[in-house]
């Protein structure tokens, strides 16, 4: 095995794949990278058997094709170290390689490239759905801080990709929170869903260039391959069924509170400075035009409260909530005034933005209130 690149390119190679290299692995291969030469182009995998990242990379000049499992951190950490040039790259015996550049040169060993696991893509009847990149990054960063951390109900700690013929909906949710990312633009024509992990979905988001259009989908019932640009993605799905999301979004919550998303924030996340520690219980007192958020920890006599002038609409409410959870909805959103849809004190709130930014704003967030006094 004999090639020339530039180690510019090589190095954009490996870091675009090695957020799949494990840190330990039980298999020892798999914190390697397979090379793989093969028709003028250096083909580079890494995986951790639940996540695959594999890239092209153009070559210079192709002396012998074959294929080897290259140790991942000291080669990554070599090329990092040169400036851009040539390097030449050939296998000396069979189990050691050479790295060559304009003044020097490095030996490292490298394993048989059977040695690593075959990657098992999405087989026969595997559907195709085609994101834009941009959406899919921003459906994704939109939803993905709802996502749970359950060991006994797994599909909560994914993304729910609802595709039907004429939209596709991302959903996430803790129990606590639940978002919705809808995007109309994406007409599948077919009607399909899959569950992908948060850190996959987290991987995939870091990943997708601002210069890729478009992100071709393809999975079936165990698999998802997410396929753009020179790279692709293969990961395991979460499989189970995602609760029905669509039954607990408030229908008739007639008490409307309108207000500007930010002074909302940042008054909330002031008053919150006291609420007590381990609860981060916050109380809001609703009556006509006006909101009174209030925090109070009789443990360490602290309280503090706010008023804010809001349009309000509805019976007089107070109703509780967990500060972190709301600011973590008010910050991922991106629309200027929102709308906060109330039924009574222990009912879930709906968030959405205000009717004249509808339009252009695809999320709606829902958060259950809790009991304060």
Not at 57 to 75: R, W
Not at 196 to 201: D, G, I, R, V
Not at 301 to 327: D, P, Q, R, V, W
Request: hydrophobic share 40%; glycine share 6%.
């Amino acid at each position: 095995m004999e090639f020339n690149v530039s180690s510019a390119e090589l190095l954009k190679g490996l870091m675009d794949v090695s957020k799949a290299i494990p840190a330990k692995s039980a298999l020892p291969i798999l914190e390697n990278f397979l090379f793989t030469v093969k028709d003028g182009n250096l083909i580079v995998t890494a995986s951790d058997q639940e996540l695959t990242l594999r890239t092209v990379i153009s070559l210079e000049n192709t002396v012998e094709e074959g294929s080897m499992a290259v140790p991942a951190h000291q080669f990554t950490e070599l090329i990092k170290a040169l400036p851009d040039q040539p390097v030449q790259i050939k296998t000396t015996s069979d189990s050691s390689f050479e790295c060559n550049w304009s003044n020097g040169n490095s030996s490292l060993p490298y394993f048989p490239a059977e040695d690593y696991p075959e990657i098992k893509v999405a087989g026969d009847g595997a559907m195709v759905v085609k994101f834009p990149a941009g959406l899919l990054t921003e459906g994704i960063g939109s939803t993905i801080y709802a996502t749970a951390d359950d060991e006994m109900r797994p599909a909560m700690n994914g993304i729910f990709f609802d595709i039907s013929q004429d939209s596709v909906t991302l959903v996430a949710s803790d129990s606590h929170k639940l978002i919705c990312y809808t995007e109309p633009a994406v007409a599948s024509g077919i009607q399909a869903s899959f569950i992908l992990h948060k850190k996959p979905a987290g991987v995939l988001k870091s990943i997708i260039g601002k210069d890729i259009d478009e992100v071709e989908t393809t999975f079936d019932e165990n698999t998802v391959v997410f396929k753009f640009g020179s790279t692709m993605m293969v990961c395991r799905l979460i499989v189970g069924k995602y609760p029905r999301y669509r039954d607990v979004i408030p229908q008739n919550n007639s008490n409307v509170l309108k207000i500007d998303r930010s002074r909302l924030l940042n008054t909330v996340k002031r008053v919150s400075v006291c609420a007590n520690k381990a609860s981060n219980h916050i109380k809001f007192d609703l009556t006509e035009n006006q909101l009174e958020i209030s925090a109070q920890d009789p443990g360490f006599s602290i309280a503090a409260y706010e008023k804010m002038i809001c349009e309000y609409s509805g019976e007089n409410l107070s109703i509780g909530f967990k500060s972190s959870f709301l600011t973590e909805i008010l910050s991922n959103m991106n629309c200027e005034t929102l709308v906060m849809k109330f039924a009574d004190s222990k009912k879930a709130a709906l968030i959405v933005p205000s009717e004249e930014e509808a339009e252009s704003e695809k999320v709606c967030g829902i958060i259950m209130p809790i009991m304060v006094s």
